[in-house]
């Protein structure tokens, strides 16, 4: 079972009114915003800016559902790289609130050139911030 210890990188985020549904749950559609948010704030803790940022189109999106966020509840959105390829990667989300595992995905992303969608090889750069970051490495290949 996924914790919170699996991931080097954790962000705090306080669930909205507006996220929620009749029933005071988070709707089910806001944890892949969740886990945007997650995945921008962990390119930014490896060093990159919104100028220098190696640019991704998402190929594939899975998120299982393990318990229900409220309405202002204080969560912890895990990120984490799981997989380096040639041209994608594969990260892993958790969203948590305290210890207890609300959500869990993941993302395979493809690298693009700057401003296109034409797949390139993962930036060496990214891959070493990656490897350096992460206290387990992600598969290879």
């Given at each position: 079972?996924?914790?919170?210890?699996?991931f080097?990188?954790?962000?705090?985020?306080?669930?909205?009114?507006?996220?929620?549904?009749?029933?005071?749950?988070?709707?089910?559609?806001?944890?892949?915003?969740?886990?945007?948010i997650?995945?921008?704030?962990?390119?930014?803790?490896?060093?990159?800016?919104?100028?220098?940022?190696?640019?991704?189109?998402?190929?594939?999106?899975?998120?299982?559902?393990?318990?229900?966020?409220?309405?202002?509840?204080?969560?912890?959105?895990?990120?984490?790289?799981?997989?380096?390829?040639?041209?994608?990667?594969?990260?892993?989300?958790?969203?948590?609130?305290?210890?207890?595992?609300?959500?869990?995905?993941?993302?395979?992303?493809?690298?693009?050139?700057r401003?296109?969608?034409?797949?390139?090889?993962?930036?060496?750069?990214?891959?070493?911030?990656?490897?350096?970051f992460?206290?387990?490495?992600?598969?290879?290949?």
């Amino acid at each position: 079972m996924t914790s919170l210890d699996d991931f080097t990188f954790l962000h705090p985020l306080r669930v909205r009114w507006n996220e929620c549904d009749m029933q005071g749950i988070v709707f089910n559609v806001n944890y892949p915003l969740y886990f945007d948010i997650g995945i921008w704030e962990y390119t930014r803790a490896l060093g990159f800016s919104k100028g220098d940022a190696p640019e991704f189109v998402t190929a594939r999106l899975e998120c299982d559902f393990r318990g229900s966020a409220h309405f202002d509840d204080e969560l912890q959105i895990g990120v984490r790289s799981v997989r380096l390829g040639r041209k994608s990667c594969a990260i892993a989300f958790a969203a948590f609130r305290d210890d207890e595992l609300l959500a869990e995905g993941l993302n395979t992303y493809v690298a693009v050139r700057r401003g296109t969608t034409e797949t390139i090889a993962l930036e060496p750069d990214y891959v070493a911030r990656v490897l350096a970051f992460e206290k387990t490495a992600p598969e290879r290949g």
